[in-house]
């Protein structure tokens, strides 16, 4: 017998089996957030990705010596290369954040489906779409929103490459690994130290299929981004050189001042690059008393000299005040989770804004942590290798003056590990009335 369902019931279905539409309302909220706050007005680093994006389309990417540019990766700057060929308004650009931050709410949904129930995967992938400090992002020229979208589509590819026999997916995995790290220099370490890992386990253990996955993906990812290493070894004679934004995050680290906490400052000496930024009257002359004598000399340099200048300076604060650097670095988990505190500004209460969403997700992590440990072995290959390579990015974050932002890129991937641990750990019985 032929039975009719009602419209609704299809329609119903339709929807709960297709994340695309079952996120649908994302993309319209992103869309209203960047429509809504769009500024024209260059601020930060926007004019810097353009300007690459420009040199990209001329034949070029950094100035020559002495003028090296290096200070990020290829990757966002690619992207925006269309953009600034045909001249599109900025607004482009911005709206296609809110695209990439829909498309990582879809995958991450995607990936979860494949480790825990609907409802679960529901609620973990609307808890990243309502993550609204990641929504600061959205109307800047920024390369956050991309990056969500390749830290899920990661997520998606490594399990996919662990827990599944098309072995096309390890190489997916290592491409989007790969184009992660010319988005984010940093990765770069990150996977070099995982490969290096990677390769001493599988030789101890040969017949692994998961860490010869692991070695495949990670080798993968850097055969991916190794262009990038052969130019910057051309413009610079070093091997192995992302870039030359590590030395100035350093030596604002390593101040050795009482009333300062590690927090970045314009190399002219100032506040906050941002307008509305409440300061002090004092604020830039003590910076300036404080550190125009070191920045006198650091300024002499031009590329990369000058980031060795800046190391040189942070190594020798680090080396004399070990105990203040170590309260730096304190204070600097606070920025990475709250961008608080901050030197010669005065705090607001919308920075209180700020707390609930990584407040949650640290707290959701700690409470997962001790299962962790304990079921280690039993979590999926996949899994592990994610936490691995979070554990390995956060590391070295806290060491440099770090903002919230460096933070929400790889919260998909904590969020991916709550929900296993929680799907796995924790069980709910439900009480008949």
Not at 60 to 73: A, C, E, K, Q, R
Not at 113 to 129: E, T
Not at 225 to 233: A, H, K
Not at 290 to 297: C, I, M, P, V, W
Request: hydrophobic residues 45%; charged residues 15%; glycine residues 4%.
């Amino acid at each position: 017998m032929r039975i009719n369902y009602p419209v609704k019931y299809i329609s119903m279905q339709r929807l709960k089996n297709n994340p695309y539409l079952l996120f649908l309302p994302f993309l319209i909220l992103f869309l209203a957030i960047v429509l809504k706050m769009n500024n024209d007005a260059l601020e930060g680093d926007e004019g810097r990705y353009l300007t690459f994006a420009e040199n990209l389309l001329n034949g070029f990417y950094s100035p020559p010596p002495p003028d090296i540019n290096l200070w990020n990766g290829p990757g966002y700057p690619i992207i925006l290369i269309p953009f600034v060929a045909f001249h599109l308004p900025l607004i482009t650009i911005t709206l296609l954040n809110a695209v990439f931050y829909y498309f990582s709410v879809v995958l991450l949904f995607k990936a979860m489906r494949s480790f825990v129930s609907y409802n679960k995967a529901l609620a973990f992938s609307i808890f990243w779409g309502l993550y609204y400090t990641a929504y600061i992002q959205l109307p800047e020229i920024y390369t956050e929103p991309l990056v969500y979208f390749l830290i899920s589509l990661l997520i998606l590819c490594t399990t996919k490459a662990y827990h599944h026999l098309e072995t096309r997916f390890v190489w997916y995995a290592g491409l989007v690994l790969g184009y992660i790290v010319l988005t984010k220099i940093i990765f770069g370490y990150v996977v070099l130290v995982m490969l290096a890992g990677a390769i001493v386990l599988y030789l101890i253990k040969t017949s692994s299929v998961n860490y010869k996955k692991s070695v495949l993906i990670l080798a993968t990812a850097f055969i991916t981004f190794s262009p990038w290493l052969v130019y910057t070894y051309s413009v610079t004679g070093k091997p192995l050189y992302f870039g030359n934004s590590g030395g100035v995050l350093l030596y604002w680290m390593s101040t050795p001042y009482d009333s300062e906490t590690g927090d970045w400052k314009e190399s002219d000496l100032t506040t906050s690059y941002r307008a509305g930024a409440h300061v002090p009257d004092n604020a830039n002359r003590l910076l300036k008393e404080h550190h125009y004598s070191s920045h006198q000399e650091i300024l002499k340099h031009q590329g990369v000299e000058r980031d060795e200048a800046y190391k040189k300076a942070a190594i020798a604060n680090i080396k004399a005040h070990p105990v203040k650097y170590f309260k730096n670095w304190l204070a600097n988990i606070g920025r990475l989770l709250y961008d608080f505190p901050n030197s010669y500004v005065f705090q607001t209460p919308l920075q209180l804004f700020k707390l609930p969403t990584n407040s949650i997700t640290v707290l959701l992590s700690l409470t997962c942590l001790i299962p962790t440990l304990i079921y280690w072995r039993k979590i999926p290959f996949g899994i592990r290798f994610l936490l691995i390579l979070t554990l390995v990015y956060l590391g070295p974050s806290t060491l440099l003056s770090a903002y919230s932002r460096f933070f929400n890129i790889i919260v998909p991937i904590l969020l991916f590990w709550i929900v296993y641990i929680i799907q796995k750990t924790i069980f709910i019985n439900r009480i008949a009335k």
